[in-house]
């Protein structure tokens, strides 16, 4: 995705060029540890990179404070995917109980990636429209929006068309293809599930696409 996106900005007119990563870089893929690595790295062509906090960046965090009821619930909603990319042993990790992965997980997570997590934003508005991981509440000003909203709402907002004062750009609910509507644009294809990693290019009143279906297979 990162080296299509590359290429589809060095085809166009220079300008500045601001990347945002919409969150939920973390869980239920194969190897979050790299995800992360491999963002913390991103730089040139682009003149800044955003990371946003998704619900599973928050729970990531959550978990890594040792404390035993939160790791628990982040290895249930996919985390325990992303525990395996650091644990880098497999055998040793299935035999491990819940207390042991709670001791051992900060130690695990390298404090770069800790850092980078905690530089996350959870709003970035440029022009007319609004990133965010998961969405707004309808008739709430932008200003106004609750943390726990921003990263974790869906129905509230993806039911029926809303004007939220700007278009607002998404990920966290998954559909088959870019979920266009008025108010919104929602750009998660599920890359855990289908390949599919999905990318939206803004530019004045011009918007377009990058996915990576045509990619070969890694």
Known sequence: MLAKIEADNAGRGQAKTTLILLGDLVDRGPDSA???ERAIRIGAPFDKVTLLIGNHEECFLSALSGDLRRVRYFIRIGGDA?????????????AADFEEVAERLPHLVPQSHIDFLGRGEDMVQI?????????????????RQ????L???RDEFIDGEHDHGATVVYGHTISDGVDEARGRIGI??????????TAVGLEGSERWFLDTADAEPQ
Do not use: M, N
């Not at 609750?146 to 909203?149: A, G, K």
């Not at 998660?188 to 990693?197: E, S």
């Open 34 to 36: 790299s995800v992360i």
């Open 82 to 94: 992303t525990i395996r990319s650091y644990w880098c042993d497999d055998a040793a990790y299935a």
């Open 127 to 143: 022009g007319d429209y609004v990133f965010v991981h998961a969405g707004v509440r309808p008739g709430i000003p932008l200003d």
């Open 146 to 149: 609750q943390l726990s909203d």
């Open 151 to 153: 990263r974790w709402i």
């Open 188 to 197: 998660d294809t599920g890359a855990y599930l289908t390949g599919r990693l």
